[in-house]
């Protein structure tokens, strides 16, 4: 499966932007999705994972209550609603799918998608 992350941009703090994670070969729905970020000279973290059918989400703490996650089986695409925008939000955002292990933890993850950048001006 080839995931492809969109939507980034520049954004004022308080801002929302909504990034899309579009998925081909082969359906998403079969995995759990999961989103992550990366900060300039930091490590990859991870922001929020849906399951298979949708019926559940995780988040990390830094996200709880601005950030959801939701999926569109019929179009093959996961998205993530970011709201309340912060600058400490300004990274690299990721998606992928989990292969093994941890939702929380990137290594357990593949195909990762080329990231979309989000800039949160304060």
């Known amino acids: 499966v080839q995931l492809q992350a969109s939507g980034g941009g520049l954004v004022q703090a308080g801002g929302s932007l909504r990034l899309s994670c579009a998925a081909s070969?082969?359906?998403?729905?079969?995995?759990?999705t999961g989103w992550f970020r990366q900060a300039p000279g930091k490590e990859r973290e991870f922001v929020g994972v849906v399951t298979r059918s949708g019926g559940s989400t995780y988040y990390a703490d830094s996200v709880k209550g601005r950030f959801t996650i939701s999926r569109d089986n019929t179009k093959n695409t996961v998205y993530l609603q970011m709201n309340s925008l912060k600058p400490e939000d300004t990274a690299v955002y990721y998606c992928?799918?989990?292969?093994?292990?941890?939702?929380?933890?990137?290594?357990?993850?593949?195909?990762w998608g080329q990231g979309t950048l989000v800039t949160v001006s304060s």
């Open positions: 992928a799918v989990r292969a093994s292990g941890s939702y929380y933890v990137a290594d357990g993850y593949r195909f």
């Open positions: 070969g082969r359906a998403l729905s079969s995995y759990h």
